[in-house]
């Protein structure tokens, strides 16, 4: 393999802004600094071979750096199309020693604004090695679950001996994904089989892609053991709720500049992610009014002083709208056509399917109009306008850069450690979906006290005794909630 050609980036001239802002996260990603530190002599991952698919995103960088560090080849995909930081990509693909005429770095595939055909062609990228005996990783690094279901996809079609229909295609994504399959399996490879057969396990990084493999496993087709890294406290509690509660308005704040104050706006779904964003949009002074399917949730966004109520009743006089569900068909065409003129449509949740685009798109006489990138009017035929965020995909990594790095080095930090667990101890880790062990979620939190000046209490020993647990913990058992 010519080694400069193993990459695809937006341009390598970024590289040298896209290193500054590496080095400026590094600083603020006290977890991983201290991880590539304690495992820099002993090297845990090498031997390893991780696909990442995963937000192309600084921070990002600092995670494909460390694993680099501790030992892993690495070869990256972003698991969005609108989420690459074309500089990260650029600095990934250079390297630290590289320059853009001579890169020496990871092989990135990854640039902001792909198609669905380019970004499942960058996934197909990131999970094919050239070196490797099998042609694929042996280790799987995955946010929302696309890399697994390629593998998973790919393996179930040629166990069937089965070629996929490309004509049975529900929607254009799925079509993109059937050609993909009939192209890699038609020529009799067996390439997917034997690319998983190697697979030692998949780390997830979110709340959609966990939902995936319970499923996968439930069904009996899970092909290799997982990692839940989303429900380690030191993820889904920080960067889910703390990450958002940033990175939320920020999207809507570069996206359209409008001032969130004395305006109501709607969040729908009070989750980990809904919790966030509606502290965010209340801390601009927003009126903020919560929707939930689900009764514990809904009393709890009451309780933190939120109306509760259906999308129904706000529709036609809520100002921004923002879904958080991880659920399907929340906001409808029929719901955006009730909605106010210039009302602010947006999606923070993984998936596109949250706000019915498809359905926008087929309203007849409704015009889309690019005001800049990632931001669209659509007017419907009496004039009314909506302005609708990154077409409907999570608009915090479309809009703006997602998280800051403190938050993303909790999470991963869960990833990195994660991906030396399954990596080293394959026999502790039967097929199946775990959670990472309490000792390293806490591990992770406490890497983090010291930038924040935070003085931890020490447990007594009788103390200790008296409450069940050790003096260096772990500190609650599994089944507290936090
Ligand atoms: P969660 O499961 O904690 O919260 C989702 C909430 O939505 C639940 O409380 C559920 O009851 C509610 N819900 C479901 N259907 C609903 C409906 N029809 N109407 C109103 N509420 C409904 O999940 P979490 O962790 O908050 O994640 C949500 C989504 O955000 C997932 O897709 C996840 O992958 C994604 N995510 C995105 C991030 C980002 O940076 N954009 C960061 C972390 C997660």
Redesign the pocket.
């Known amino acids: 393999v010519d080694n400069r050609q193993d990459f695809k980036v937006a341009d390598l001239s970024l590289a040298e802004f896209g290193r500054k802002e590496i080095t400026l996260a590094e600083h603020e990603m006290p977890g991983l600094m201290a991880i590539r530190k304690e495992y820099a002599e002993a090297q845990p991952l090498a031997g390893a071979r991780i696909t990442g698919s995963l937000h192309m995103t600084v921070q990002t960088a600092v995670l494909i750096e460390t694993l680099a560090a501790l030992g892993a080849q690495v070869r990256w995909a972003s698991c969005n199309i609108f989420s690459t930081q074309d500089h990260a990509a650029a600095a990934i693909a250079v390297g630290p020693n590289g320059t853009p005429d001579n890169p020496q770095g990871i092989p990135v595939f990854a640039w902001k604004g792909e198609t669905l055909e380019e970004y499942w062609w960058c996934t197909e990228q990131a999970l094919t090695w050239p070196d490797s005996p099998t042609g694929g990783p042996n280790m799987i690094l995955d946010d929302?679950g696309d890399a697994t279901l390629l593998v998973h996809k790919g393996v179930e079609y040629e166990k069937d001996g089965k070629v996929p229909d490309v004509d049975t295609a529900e929607s254009d994504e799925h079509r993109v994904i059937l050609e993909l399959l009939h192209r890699t399996i038609t020529d009799g490879s067996q390439k997917w089989t034997q690319l998983a057969s190697e697979i030692r396990g998949v780390t997830e990084e979110?709340?959609?892609g966990v939902h995936r493999l319970y499923e996968m496993q439930r069904d009996g087709t899970l092909l290799f053991p997982a990692i839940n890294v989303n429900d380690a406290v030191t993820k889904?509690k920080f960067?889910?709720k703390y990450?958002?509660r940033h990175?939320l308005i920020d999207g809507i704040n570069r996206a359209t500049d409008v001032l969130i104050g004395g305006k109501t706006a709607v969040v729908?779904?009070?989750?980990?992610?809904?919790k966030g964003c509606a502290e965010s949009l209340r801390g601009q002074g927003a009126r903020v009014i919560v929707?939930?399917?689900?009764p514990i949730?809904a009393l709890q966004a009451a309780m933190d002083g939120y109306q509760v109520t259906t999308l129904d009743e706000v529709i036609d006089k809520a100002d921004i709208f923002i879904t958080?569900?991880?659920?399907k068909d929340?906001i409808m065409a029929s719901d955006m056509a009730k909605m106010k003129h210039q009302a602010i449509v947006g999606n923070?949740?993984?998936?596109d399917n949250e706000i019915d685009m498809a359905g926008l798109a087929k309203v007849p006489g409704i015009v889309k109009d690019e005001v800049k990138p990632q931001v669209h009017t659509w007017t419907f035929p009496d004039g009314k306008v909506i302005i609708v965020l990154s077409e409907g995909r999570?608009l915090?990594?479309g809009n703006a850069t997602?998280?800051p790095s403190f938050v993303m080095s909790n999470s991963f930090a869960d990833q990195t450690l994660a991906q030396i667990e399954l990596f080293t101890k394959p026999d502790e880790y039967p097929t199946g979906v775990y959670t990472l062990p309490k000792h390293l979620d806490e591990k992770v939190a406490r890497l983090h006290l010291d930038a924040l000046g935070v003085k931890l209490t020490k447990l007594r020993p009788e103390q200790a005794a008296y409450i069940g647990v050790e003096v260096d913990g772990p500190f609650k058992p599994d089944h507290y909630r936090y």
């Open positions: 929302g979110t709340t959609t889904s960067d889910n990450g958002c990175s729908c779904g009070y989750g980990d992610v809904g929707t939930e399917i689900d949730c958080t569900t991880g659920n929340i923070i949740g993984h998936f999570l915090n990594l997602g998280h």
